[in-house]
């Protein structure tokens, strides 16, 4: 009676022992290719954004939305009109530009919803200084013309919104933690180590590398490393 040629238990340890070292080798740069990808991806929404905004400032006497705060109705709405939404009729959490696929998916924010979803990743500029000198600067919310902005290629209107235990998870257009969704004072850059609700950053330092993804005024978008993230970024004036 002859017997079947076969593998030994050995020789099958040693295939996995091959076939797990390939895919520790492997993991690392498929995972660096995805995160490339929803960069890049993340880029292409502002732009996208941005896009909707000279629109928006076209038809509205070149005002353009500012601040979330202040009861007014805020800029991922007004927005909807010029991206295939019908306003107040289309819902904002349909148009997946308004999110980064680099959000983290499992955070728990403010309101403390397990694995809920951020629908609102990115910050807007609500800031405003009295001249060029200003290192302090104030709160805006109401929509500001674009002939303010002196600089609107140096200017920054959106960045990464950052996510943390401290930051909001916006789920509706009518969620009272809006007033958190913008950028107006120097706790809320990147360098900033505070964690607080109303002073701590709101910028993401890491999104995208060691950096975040933003859209200027002049409507294109690209990535900034954190240390070169610095106030003067913000200035309308």
């Known amino acids: 009676m002859g017997y079947r040629k076969g593998f030994t238990l050995i020789e099958l340890l040693v295939v996995i022992a091959i076939i797990a070292l390939l895919l520790s080798i492997l993991m690392p740069a498929l995972q660096k290719v995805k995160k490339q990808a929803q ?9 996208q954004i941005g896009l909707a ?13 500012r601040g979330a705060g202040g009861g007014t109705t805020t800029w991922f709405i007004q927005f909807l009109p010029y991206l295939g939404q019908k306003h107040n009729t289309g819902d ?4 997946s530009i308004y999110e980064c696929k680099s959000f983290p998916r499992t955070g728990t924010g403010l309101n ?25 600067g104030s709160p805006v919310t109401r929509a500001t013309k674009l002939s303010v902005f002196k600089k609107p290629s140096r200017t920054l209107y959106m960045a990464d919104n950052e996510d943390g235990d401290w930051r909001p998870i916006i789920q509706t257009e009518d969620s009272q933690e ?13 360098a900033s180590e505070s964690h607080d609700i109303l002073r701590g950053r709101r910028i993401a330092r ?11 005024l002049d409507w294109h978008s690209e990535y900034i490393a954190a240390e070169e993230h610095t106030i003067n970024l913000w200035r309308d004036r």
């Open 39 to 47: 960069a890049t991806t993340c880029l292409s929404n502002l732009k």
């Open 53 to 65: 905004s000279y629109l928006y400032s076209s038809d509205n006497d070149s005002y353009i939305p």
């Open 92 to 95: 904002y959490r349909t148009v």
């Open 112 to 136: 403390k919803i397990p694995n809920s979803e951020q629908t609102v990743c990115y910050v807007i500029n609500g800031w405003t200084f009295s001249n060029s000198t200003d290192t302090q």
């Open 178 to 190: 809006l007033t958190r969704c913008d950028v107006f004072d120097q706790g809320h850059l990147p």
């Open 206 to 216: 890491e999104r995208h590398s060691k950096g975040s993804n933003v859209l200027f």
